[in-house]
């Protein structure tokens, strides 16, 4: 029975522990917090709470694990990329087949208009997408044929989707700019695809379709019974179009085309 390593068992992270679990694999993992570790550890065969940062004796599994799947966000701790590199160096050691994925973002590209794809320059404008970088880095540096980057556009999912945020808001910035979403059961599809059939590399993962930003957002707040959000319309500036070559090469089917085509959770 194969075994999977959850490192970071957030939004993205749980929902993949549980998937993974109903197909039969083990499933060991970490928690920021005491209290979640406890709370999940008996729907799974090990749960530590870890943070980046602290003892990597801390993370002593007893299992020895087929995949690692690091979901920790940049945000999360100060010296990012420092940390989860040195916890991707201890993990290695001691799992030394283990395979990696990596979610990493579309967000190390940079905002430029241009079509993107996997081959395309890197341009990393923010902080935490600087610290993407470094770990991706890293891990090609490192462990080129065991680890997977997947470049996530931005997540959907449950209860989780950006018109939330955009609803009733005025001033919104490019209205003409075409969006990058990616549902969050894509990305559990390509990542259990990557775990039956492992292929290193980096990988983007964004729906094929990407509808314009102001007809998009207002669609999702009508059909959600929100607020219009209200652009700027004098801001004719557009964004990167994410384009996913290397998914194709595994013969990758998406689920979810296109964001109109989001399940519509209230």
């Not at 940049?74 to 290695?92: A, C, G, H, M, Q």
């Not at 259990?192 to 492992?198: A, P, Y």
Request: aromatic letters at 10%.
């Amino acid at each position: 029975m194969k075994t999977v390593g959850i490192i970071g068992l957030g939004w993205l992270g749980l929902e993949l522990a549980s998937s993974f679990k109903k197909m039969g694999f083990q499933i060991v993992g970490t928690t920021r917090s005491l209290s979640k570790a406890q709370e999940i550890k008996r729907e799974f065969n090990q749960i530590i709470p870890y943070q980046l940062g602290e003892s990597l004796e801390i993370l002593s599994f007893n299992y020895q694990v087929d995949l690692f799947v690091l979901t920790i966000p940049p945000s999360s701790v100060v010296e990012y990329s420092i940390e989860l590199n040195k916890t991707i160096r201890f993990l290695k050691k001691n799992h030394k087949t283990a395979k990696i994925v990596y979610t990493s973002s579309i967000s190390v590209y940079g905002s430029a208009s241009r079509n993107i794809d996997e081959t395309s320059s890197i341009n990393p404008e923010t902080l935490n997408a600087k610290k993407i970088v470094e770990v991706e880095r890293y891990l090609t540096e490192n462990y080129y044929e065991s680890a997977a980057i997947i470049r996530l556009a931005g997540l959907v999912g449950g209860n989780r989707d950006p018109v939330h945020y955009l609803s009733g808001k005025t001033g919104v910035k490019k209205p003409r700019a075409k969006v990058n979403l990616i549902h969050r059961e894509d990305v559990l599809h390509l990542i259990l695809t990557l775990m039956e059939h492992f292929q290193a590399g980096i990988f983007n993962l964004a729906c094929t379709s990407h509808p314009i930003r102001k007809d998009y957002y207002n669609w999702m707040a009508e059909q959600k019974g929100l607020l219009q959000v209200e652009f700027d319309e004098e801001d004719i500036r557009l964004d990167k179009v994410v384009n996913c070559i290397a998914v194709k090469s595994m013969n990758f089917e998406f689920k979810y085309n296109s964001p109109y085509d989001f399940p519509i959770s209230i």
